[in-house]
């Protein structure tokens, strides 16, 4: 059922890039997609997780707008003639468990103002991320856990 | 002064200040100090690029150059990562010694083979 | 296929809409680009170019698709902004990991590094 769902999906993005909706175009991209599915086909997670729309496209929002006051405030702080960096690796305690869940938390935490995500511990209890201002780690952490984190549990129930 | 005049000026106002981004990348893949530091400026290399195409299609008026934009930026990807899993298997080769910040874990030095190895291969270029 | 040349002349909103764009994307790409030389290492540098970088190109890009003033190409240029967006976090974390995993140190004036190094695993 994911799977078909999947194809769907992909079939919309082929169509949008071909930019043509012509049924044998449309037929093409249906069966470009079957074919790349059916390729990673091991990989496919094939449970099905809830969504709600709703949450899941204000976690979108919240995403753009992280995005552009992320890159704003690195540009401000390159042109600074004295840069007052305090960087450091901090230990991220995850409670989330998927793996989906985790690689979008860990893309949301690189886009985010002053933070890059590095790796996840081997058993998937801690994430590394670095700060550019890592004066105060618990406080980065309490910001995470409650704005991203909590977003994407309530997106995604389980 | 036409809309198309006025964009005509601003791509090349874009194109010199791109110049001056690609100038600094190139200066800091020359310098390095790393390999991660160079393969960071070849990323930010093909970022640039992207930006030059995309002006110059706006210049042109040629939308095909688009999709050679987004080929591109797959491309750049794809060599990215590559670069990272060849730095994961080879390591990396320091010109510069650097002193640790405070740490919480075990620090451990490098291999003495892999640090010889390193040398040499950077004799071999000087 | 016409949609090779953009030929007819755009108009003023379009104009404006695509000047912003182009002056905020060349100067994100520049002072990406600043960045990526007065940092101090490869992570605070990997911040300036994962973020600043990923915008600068991602804003050009849609700047081309809406002088183009065709639905398709601009559906291609947002497209391929959404994939700059997806990939570049994935590029800078992978990069990161493998240069902490081969041993680059933090800048001296790094305070905190809780990552341990010693891993075994340098995933073949």
Redesign the interface.
Known sequence: MKHLNILLAMTVVWSAMTGSLSPLNLLLGVAVSALSLWLVREQVDATASKVRPLRFLLLCGLFFRELALSAIKVAVLVVQPKMRLKP?IFAFPLSLTRDFEITLLANLITLTPGTLSVDVSADRRLLYVHALDCSDPAAAKRDIANGFERRIREAFPL | M???D??HA??T??LL??S???A??V??IRRGP????R???L??LV??A??FI??I??RT???????I??AL??VG?LA??A???F??????S?ERP???????????P?HGKARQAARRKRRGER | ME?????E????A??VI??VL??A???F??L???G??RFP??YT??HS?SKA??I??GL??L???I??L?GA?LL??I??FF??LL?AP??AH??A???H??????????????????KTG???
Request: charged share 10%.
């Open positions: 450091g | 036409t809309p198309d006025l964009i601003t791509t106002f874009a200040v791109l001056l981004a690609l600094l990348t200066w800091r790393s390999l991660a530091d393969v960071l400026g990323d930010m970022a640039i992207i930006g995309a002006t299609a706006i008026g040629f939308n095909l150059y688009i999709d934009a987004i930026g797959l990807f990215t990562v670069f990272a899993r730095i994961l298997a080879r390591g990396l320091p650097q002193t640790a910040p405070a740490t919480t874990g075990a620090r451990q490098k | 949609a090779m040349m953009g030929a002349p755009v108009g003023m379009v104009a695509v000047i182009l002056v994307g060349s100067l790409s520049l990406a680009a600043l990526l030389v290492d490869v540098r990997m170019a970088g990923t600068g190109s050009l890009l700047a081309a698709g002088h183009a065709d190409i291609r240029a497209a391929g994939f700059f990939t994935v590029a992978l990069l990991k493998a240069a995993q081969a041993g680059e140190r933090l800048h001296p004036v790094s305070v905190i590094d809780q990552m341990p190094q010693d340098s995933a073949g």
